[in-house]
């Protein structure tokens, strides 16, 4: 189970901080990830952390996003930065499933965030 | 930037229909595809992966099948629980979401 939080309402040029605590399961053997709704551009991948600490960003989003871990609570966190409305959307994490590729299987509850 | 196109974007069923998504790439793929569905207010729910691997505890009334560039997801028997939209995703090195099919009664 995945539970999130962090601030949901922000102002143009501040950073979006959230956080996603991971309950059971094996924290260790999977990496995180960030994905993000909105209504304009659907789903979109923030990025991913493994439990080393090795990221992988969406290029879209590279120079603004941050993604960090913290081995010992069982929890990771997304750092977006120099916000616009444009990344007002629904904010997810998700444990990532080697499936062949990179799948979701298990998702938070969901964050809305607004950028007004 | 390889782009994912979904069909159609939305339709209307009925209980008991057997309903198709189809989904294309714009480049080669291999069978990288994964199927997930969302109902509003809630996060999406990984249904096929490998583009024809049922995930555990999914009914087997989906099914997901490739032809070339082409992937499909069928629901034989739409069941109420089925209403919602469904993705597709590109799950190698992308990571891109479909735009998403709507399906309601």
């Known amino acids: 189970q995945l539970q999130q939080w962090g601030a949901g309402l922000l102002k143009p040029s501040e950073t979006l901080s959230l956080t996603c605590a991971v309950f059971?399961?094996?924290?260790?053997?999977?990496?995180w990830s960030w994905i993000r709704q909105s209504p304009g551009k659907g789903l979109e991948w923030i990025g991913e952390i493994t439990f080393a600490g090795k990221t992988k960003y969406n290029p879209s989003l590279n120079d603004r996003v941050t993604l960090s871990i913290d081995t010992s609570k069982g929890q990771f966190s997304l750092s977006l930065a120099s916000l616009t409305a444009a990344d007002t959307a629904v904010y997810y994490c998700?444990?990532?499933?080697?499936?062949?590729?990179?799948?979701?299987?298990?998702w938070g509850q969901g964050t809305p965030v607004s950028v007004s | 930037d390889i782009q994912m196109t979904q069909s159609p974007s939305s339709l209307s069923a009925s209980i008991g229909d057997k309903v198709t998504i189809t989904c294309r790439a714009s480049r080669d793929i291999s069978s990288y595809l994964s199927w997930y569905h969302q109902r509003p207010g809630t996060a999406p729910r990984l249904l096929i992966y490998?583009?024809?691997s049922l995930q555990s505890g999914v009914p087997s009334r989906f099914s997901g099948d490739k032809s070339g560039a082409q992937f499909t997801l069928i629901i034989r028997g739409l069941q109420a629980d089925d209403f919602g939209t469904y993705f597709c995703?590109?799950?190698?090195?992308?990571?891109?979401f479909g735009p998403g099919t709507r399906v309601d009664i």
């Open positions: 059971g399961g094996s924290f260790s053997d999977h990496s």
């Open positions: 998700a444990s990532v499933w080697d499936c062949g590729g990179d799948c979701y299987e298990h």
């Open positions: 995703q590109h799950s190698d090195n992308d990571r891109v």
């Open positions: 490998a583009a024809s």
